[in-house]
């Protein structure tokens, strides 16, 4: 069955080529006249940068009811593309030839191209996250894990009240308190692979043929932990993931728009 | 756990906001966080479990239901908590860093704009420059830097800013170094009046001008839409729609040489007298194919004309000053004589005074010897010195040998008109008129030379020295004696070479070669405005003399005025004044071969009146020897799916494109050093 297209993607989508139309012809009009089209491109294209760093002041004005985050970032990724292909009407090709306009432009097809990472990770990972059946907050993830890691132990320290035998107590210590101290496989995690599975299946449960059924029914018990613990592992990594790419995308914006206001006052001082 | 639901229940969980700028330093090693976390400047906020209260006289456990709530042993007497742990080093959130990158991204921007935004100069990074300059404008302004076209790049902050919200003017900087033959800011630099002013806009030069692309970058680029942004007249290309070319396309002026081709072609080169000198290849044999570029231009008189009209032109002397009639002999013949010497006819009648006197006896005064009073009785009998006067008879009372004896002036001539130019005279043909300025100029010959007419000559022009260039003091000063004798001058020798040379009555020159430079700079003063038309018409005269340069060379006035300045045409060349057009031979002679191909588009025209647009100044009344060339013959190649046709092809937008003289006088005299960029 296909996706149903959101409603506000075909509105912005459409608002967005309908405004790069009419941009695109005005610019050629003013060409053709003798005029100078790039005032006009280039102040909408200070504004549209403008606009898409609102997203990230929204973020900041939770508290206020701007609309929906999945709107604004419809909205962000349409201008985004927007902005590109204004971009390319401003300056009349693909690379300028002005060392600092080189640096602009680079920093602006860099901010553009993380973008472009950061929507596809925003489309990737969330439903590998939402397969794990459980949901947490990114910020809670190591509260949790030592939560699991505490919750196991209790479990080790039960089964050799219980039973007298050091067999779990020896398998923790020496092979699951590894895998319990902190994420693990996270490689395996971010690119879908199933390491952790494997490596508790394997290595992880191999003192089970050894136990009696008491050990063996807390050793499972365990095991569940384990399972648990995998799950948050991929929450870690990939909503590490997902909120690190920001690392790359706000800096290269906060240079862009920089880059961008002192080439505005160059150009009014210089030639406007 | 991470199942419960309930987990986040305000009761129940510790709930770590994503905006917080700290978290607990426990997270480091994986370590459970504890309940308080850190405070919002990044202190641990764990050290204790609770902030114990006291409530009357008794400390109270605070310890929040989350985290297990009262504890057993409760607070310290002292108030404090009991239950203490070991600080943490708080970690800054996610958040917190990106935060902190966005910052260090900004000043990392904000340092390097303050470093090098500023830098004026090459190969650094010049933040103010949007690209490399063409090589042009690179080469002259390298010196002076950006200043060279903005004004503002070195002003101070607050002209900065004065700037940002102030107009700019790029263009007027630009007429700094270019010139054009109208204002630098109307439309083709044409001046409009009345309407047409109050219709055309003001131009930019970066209207169409964009610098800054690379140092070979197009800055001249202009589309066809854009010429039709102003041009009423609107069609889609040359082959669609583009007027047809007028019916005296593109000769609309007169050439600068009165070279008739039918006549050449049809006439002398078939006669058998010429049939030998006529053009083996036809035009190219005249017109230098190797050259082209807008016109062909024509070989030199010597490779060209010579080899007919070479000897016509030292036949054409140049006649300065011919001795006119006198009525009366207005020369001292003593004075003249001592000056000169006396003259062959003088010569003769001493010989036989002396013979008569040794045969006299001599009459001796009482003081003289006898040879003194021999030479007195010469002297007297020459009329160098006067008779001791004797007893008067009453018929001879009034008497001198001159009255005795009537003047017959050894001249017929009238004053010519250069010479009355020269001597300010009225009337050339009027002795009483010219014979004192004339008798003035004679003497000045005699005691001075060529000085004489020099000094007449520099107070009408101040060329004189280049006129008379070649005139011998010698040759001035023994014509000058011969005239005041009342004789014809006898020269020693014909001038075979040419110069200045005089014949019996007058003083002439003979030109040397095809432009030489005496003719030239006297048919040059004949143009001028101050000269009279006697004065004009006979140097002028393509009949006689020197004028004969007219015959070829045309006489135009500017603009088609009779009566305004008139120049001749020396120089070959562009005469269409078609200022908007501009055509290249070369890629055409390139593509069709030279010769013949020239009258694929110059068909000879043998109908046309070409020799009577010669006959007056205007060089707008012109009957070409070619047809017009017509729009079909360039459409048979610029067409749609053929070769290119844009406007610019043809047309150029500015009039009389130059540059200012500073240009090459800059700092240093070089070229390449950057001009003053003062504002005129």
Redesign the interface.
Known sequence: MARKIPMSLVLFGVLALASFAALFWQSRLITVQLGDASILTGYTLFVTILLLGMFNARKKLSMIPLGRARTWLIFHVVLGVFALALFWLHTGGIWPLGLYEQLLAGSFYLVSASGVFGYLLQKALPSRLTHTGIEIIYDRIPAEIAEIRERAETLVIECTKETGSETVAQHYVGTLFWYFQKPRFLFAHLFGGDAAGFWLRGPGSAARRYLNDVEKKLFDEILDLAALKAHVDRHYVCQGVMKKWLFLHIPLAVSVVTLAVWHLILVNVYVL | ???DRDRFRQDKSP??????PF?CG??RI????CSAGPGLNGACGGVSECRPFKNGDRWECRRTPSAGGACENGPSPDGSCCIQAPPCRPKR??RG??GR??????A???A??AAF?FHDGAGA????????LSGAHANFTQGVG?VAC?D??DKSASE?IQ???T??D?SENCSTCHTFGGPAQTPHNKVFTGEAALAASK?EC???HTE???AA?EIVAM?D??C???HEKKFKSFSNGHPAFSKDFPSRRRTAIAFNHTSHFDKHFQNKRFVEKAPAQRCVTCHNAANADRNVPVRSFETTCAACHENQIAERDLHLLTFPELEENPFDKAEIIAACGPGEADQEAAAAIVEKLAAKPIKAAANETKLEARVREMKEKLGLIESPKKPETTNQANATPQEDEEFESVSTETLPPLAMMLLDVEDGEDPESYAEPVSELVNAMIESGDGAILDLLSERTDKAKQLLAGLSQELVRSVGCAWALNQEYEALSEPVLGGWYADELSLKYKPLRHGDPVVLGWLNLATSSDVSEDFRDQLLSSSEGAGACAKCHSVSTEKGVSDGPRKIEWRLGAQSGQKHVRYRHKPHLNLLGPGASCETCHKINPDAEFSAAFKQTDPLNYASNFRSIEKQTCMNCHAESKVKQECTLCHEYHDEHGFRKKMLSGDGGSPHSAPKMTKK
Request: overall charge positive.
């Open positions: 756990m991470i199942n709930y770590e906001r994503p905006n917080f978290r426990r997270i994986w370590g459970k966080p959130s996610l860093y990106r990158i966005g910052l260090l991204a900004f990392f921007v904000v390097i704009i935004g990074l010049d933040t103010s420059s949007p690209g490399d950006c903005h503002t790049h900065w700037a940002a919200w107009p700019g790029l131009t970066v209207m169409c800054h692309k690379g970058g589309t839409q854009q039709h942004a102003c």
